[in-house]
């Protein structure tokens, strides 16, 4: 069983709506959560990074931890055909620099 | 993509050659990693270096081995390629031991075809 699960989609939504992803875990040793995003034949690109629990804002995205239920969250908020791409969420232990575990990311298809 | 280069970029081969991968930066970053990416797997750790000379196995380390003789290169080596070797590699950096460390930055990705 994998340490990190997310759904591969594709999800599609119109232009405007709001896009919700997530991932579970099952290691409770992860501390660090981060959102990449990656669009077709590029290199992933990091758009959110959490340190333990709670919430961040960064523009139209909203990254969400709860440790307790082993769930992490990204919400993007008006969302535009630009934001089309595959999100994959990581995340790592604190004794583990370096040893990302990724999930195997999310297709997000935004419709004009 | 963060000052990091990756080449070739696209290479096809046959199976039992030997293949080098390259990944250079110009950012100075002691950490380097190389990652393949699957469908239905995301990214997996291969090697991965904190300085030079110094590196490590990751999660996929069959098969592969990796060498660190300046702080910009990061050579990726099959030493003898297999069909279950293809794949996209991706190549990343990060910055100095701490609470970033692990905010990676990726490079462009190279594909490889086994035939």
């Known amino acids: 069983q994998k340490e990190v699960e997310q759904d591969p989609g594709p999800l599609s939504v119109p232009e405007g709506a709001i896009v919700s992803l997530n991932c579970t875990y099952s290691?409770?040793?992860?501390?660090?959560f981060m959102w990449y995003r990656q669009y077709s034949r590029k290199g992933p690109e990091l758009l959110m990074y959490?340190?333990?629990?709670g919430n961040k804002e960064d523009g139209r995205f909203t990254a969400q931890v709860d440790k307790s239920s082993k769930y992490i969250s990204l919400f993007i908020r008006d969302s535009q055909p630009s934001d089309s791409a595959t999100y994959l969420c990581?995340?790592?232990?604190?004794?583990?620099?370096?040893?990302?575990?990724f999930g195997a990311g999310t297709q997000v298809v935004v419709t004009p | 993509d963060a000052g990091i280069t990756q080449s070739p970029r696209h290479k096809v081969t046959e199976t039992g050659t030997p293949v080098t991968l390259r990944c250079h930066q110009t950012?100075?970053?002691?950490?380097m990693y190389w990652y393949r990416q699957d469908p239905g797997h995301g990214l997996r750790l291969i090697h991965y270096?904190?300085?030079?000379?110094?590196?490590d196995k990751g999660e996929v380390s069959d098969g592969y081995s990796v060498s660190r003789s300046k702080t910009e290169d990061f050579l990726l080596t099959l030493e003898s390629a297999t069909s279950s070797q293809t794949s996209v590699y991706f190549c990343?950096?990060?910055?100095?031991?701490?609470?970033?460390?692990?905010?990676?930055?990726f490079g462009p990705g190279t594909r490889l075809t086994v035939l």
């Open positions: 990343a950096i990060s910055e100095e031991f701490g609470r970033y460390t692990d905010t990676q930055y």
């Open positions: 290691n409770s040793a992860f501390q660090y």
């Open positions: 959490t340190y333990s629990s």
């Open positions: 990581a995340m790592s232990a604190l004794d583990s620099w370096g040893k990302l575990q």
């Open positions: 950012e100075n970053h002691r950490y």
């Open positions: 270096s904190y300085g030079v000379k110094d590196t």
